[in-house]
Nanobody
Framework: VQLQASGGGLVQPGGSLTLSCAAS????????IGWFRQAPGKKREGVSC????????VYADSVKGRFTIFRDNAKNTVNLQMNSLKPEDTAVYYC????????????????WGQGTLVTVSS
């Protein structure tokens, strides 16, 4: 059971990126998936999550209206579309699950993927 986040990179303020969380050994559609980030010198924070039962979503206040989480079941991925990026969005982004349908930004997920670095800078 593994997760892998990808799609990070360098982007200018106001730009967009789409991160992808891929799974090995299980089907993502069966479980809630969360996206988290950790900026240098800061604690990890929840960004967004999506449930499996009804695909309901949760967003951190800091990203509401700019980020969208969605599933691509054909590719077995959960993606994070990030628009209007700001320098404060710079962080390593991780996806996680607990192989349950728990969508919460404060939940301690047990399965984590390697992160992908997003740098927002001019």
């Amino acid at each position: 059971v593994q997760l892998q986040a990808s799609g990070g990179g360098l982007v200018q303020p106001g730009g967009s990126l789409t991160l992808s969380c891929a799974a090995s050994g299980f089907t993502l559609d069966y479980y809630a998936i969360g996206w988290f980030r950790q900026a240098p010198g800061k604690k990890r924070e929840g960004v967004s999550c999506i449930s499996s039962s009804d695909s309901s979503t949760v967003y951190a206040d800091s990203v509401k209206g700019r980020f969208t989480i969605f599933r691509d079941n054909a590719k077995n991925t959960v993606n994070l579309q990030m628009n209007s990026l700001k320098p404060e969005d710079t962080a390593v982004y991780y996806c996680a699950t607990d192989l349950e349908d728990v969508c919460s930004l404060s939940y301690e997920y047990g399965v984590w993927g390697q992160g992908t670095l997003v740098t927002v800078s001019s």
